[in-house]
C-alpha cells in the first residue's frame, strides 16, 4: 500500500508504531485514505487520532513503519507546505493579533503570495462566518469563534489534504450544521480527514471512515459498508400482528432475525444485480404488511454509533519493562 505520486491514496499508514515512553500510542496503524475522500477518523480517548494527525502534519516523527503524505514519503515542508493544512485538537492564536491578521500571517507562514492573501482571508472570513469580527482581535473572541478562525486557517489557499482534529467542537448547532455542509461539499475536490466523537456529524460528512482503537484499525471502509448499509435493513413494527413466516417466505435465502423487546425485523441479505436493498426492502414491506403489520420505521445498515460501541474498550497496554 503506497501513495505514490500516481497514487489514488492521499494518505498511507503502513504498520506505524509510535510510543510516547512506556505508552504505545500506534501500535501497527494501517491506514489507506482515497484521494478526494472526507474520512472520519473514529475512536474513543486516547485511540491514538491526535498521534495520527501529528504524524501527518509532521510534529511527530513515526518510530516504524511507512508514511506516505500525497505520494511525497512522510512529511517534508519543503514537498507539503501549503499542500497539507490541520485544524490542531487545541489550536494557538495569537491573541492580540486582530482576527484578520491573524489569518494573514497564518496565510503567508502557508506559502500564500502577497498578492493573494487579502482576497484570500477575506473568502475565508465569510466561510467561517467572521467577517463583523475581523477587526477584533483574537483574545476577545468566544470558544467557539476561535474553534471558526482555527478551521478557516485550515482552508486558506488550496490544501489537497486538510486535518481537522475535532472541528466542530464547542459550536453552536447551526454554525456546526454550516461547517459540516462545507466540509461535505469538499467531497471530490481535496481530501478531508475529520476525527470527532459526534458519530452522527461522521456519518452524515464523510464518505468513508476508520474505527481506531489502542492504536490500531479495527474497521474501515466506506461509510456504508462499515454500517452495513447495503446488507442489512431494520423494519420497526407498531403494536399489531408480527407475520415472521410470512416474512420468512417472502425472502428465502436472506436471514429474518426479530427483536421482541425492540419491536424490530433485521434483515441481512447480500446486494446482487437485479436486487438491491430497495428491492429487499419492497418484498419484505409488501410481505409485512399483506399480513397485516403496521410500519413504524425503515432503516439501512446499523448506526456508526451502533458499530462503535461493538468495539472492545480498554486502555492501551503499557511497554514491557525494559522496552
Ligand atoms: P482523544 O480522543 O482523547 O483526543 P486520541 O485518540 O487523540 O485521544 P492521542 O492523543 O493520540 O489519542 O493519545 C494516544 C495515547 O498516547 C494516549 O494513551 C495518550 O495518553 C498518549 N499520549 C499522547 N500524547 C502524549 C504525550 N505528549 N506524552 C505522553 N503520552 C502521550
Not at 484521494?35 to 473514529?42: A, I, K, N, Q, T
Not at 485511540?47 to 512529511?75: H, M, N
Not at 419492497?282 to 448506526?303: N, P
Request: proline residues 6%; charged residues 25%; aromatic residues 4%.
Amino acid at each position: 500500500m503506497s501513495a505514490g505520486p500516481d497514487s489514488d491514496l492521499a494518505l498511507a499508514f503502513r504498520a506505524v508504531r509510535k510510543s510516547y515512553g512506556r505508552i504505545r500510542a500506534l501500535q501497527g496503524l494501517d491506514l489507506a485514505v482515497p484521494r478526494g475522500s472526507v474520512f472520519g477518523l473514529v475512536g474513543p480517548n486516547g485511540a491514538g487520532k491526535t498521534t495520527t494527525f501529528s504524524i501527518c502534519c509532521g510534529w511527530l516523527r513515526a518510530d516504524e513503519g511507512d508514511v506516505d503524505v500525497l505520494g511525497g514519503g512522510p512529511f517534508d515542508a519543503a514537498r507539503h507546505r501549503g499542500r497539507v493544512t490541520a485544524l490542531p485538537q487545541d489550536s494557538a492564536l495569537g491573541r492580540d493579533m486582530t482576527v484578520r491578521e491573524q489569518l494573514v500571517y497564518l496565510g503567508r507562514l502557508q506559502g500564500i503570495g502577497a498578492r493573494e492573501i487579502r482576497g484570500e482571508v477575506e473568502r475565508i472570513l465569510e466561510l467561517v462566518d467572521l467577517k463583523d469580527r475581523a477587526r477584533d482581535r483574537v483574545r476577545t473572541l468566544s470558544h467557539g469563534m476561535l474553534r471558526r478562525v482555527g478551521i478557516g486557517q485550515a482552508f486558506l489557499g488550496d490544501p489537497e489534504l486538510v486535518l481537522l482534529d475535532e472541528a466542530t467542537n464547542g459550536l453552536d448547532p447551526r454554525q456546526a450544521h454550516g461547517i459540516r455542509e462545507f466540509i461535505r461539499a469538499q467531497r471530490g475536490t481535496r481530501t478531508i480527514i475529520v476525527s470527532s466523537h459526534n458519530l452522527h456529524e461522521i456519518e452524515t460528512v464523510c464518505d468513508h471512515v476508520a474505527l481506531i482503537d489502542r492504536g490500531r484499525v479495527v474497521m474501515a471502509g466506506p461509510i456504508s459498508t462499515v454500517t452495513g448499509r447495503d446488507a442489512e435493513v431494520r423494519i420497526t413494527l407498531a403494536d399489531g400482528p408480527v407475520p415472521l413466516a410470512e416474512t420468512r417466505a417472502a425472502l428465502t435465502g436472506d436471514t429474518v432475525e426479530w427483536d421482541a423487546p425492540a419491536r424490530t425485523l433485521t434483515l441481512r441479505f447480500q446486494e446482487k444485480p437485479g436486487r438491491a436493498a430497495e428491492d429487499v426492502t419492497g418484498e419484505a414491506l409488501r410481505a409485512l404488511l399483506a399480513a397485516g403489520a403496521r410500519i413504524s420505521s425503515v432503516a439501512r445498515g446499523q448506526s456508526l454509533e451502533r458499530r462503535y460501541l461493538e468495539m472492545p474498550a480498554g486502555e492501551p497496554p503499557p511497554l514491557p519493562p525494559g522496552v
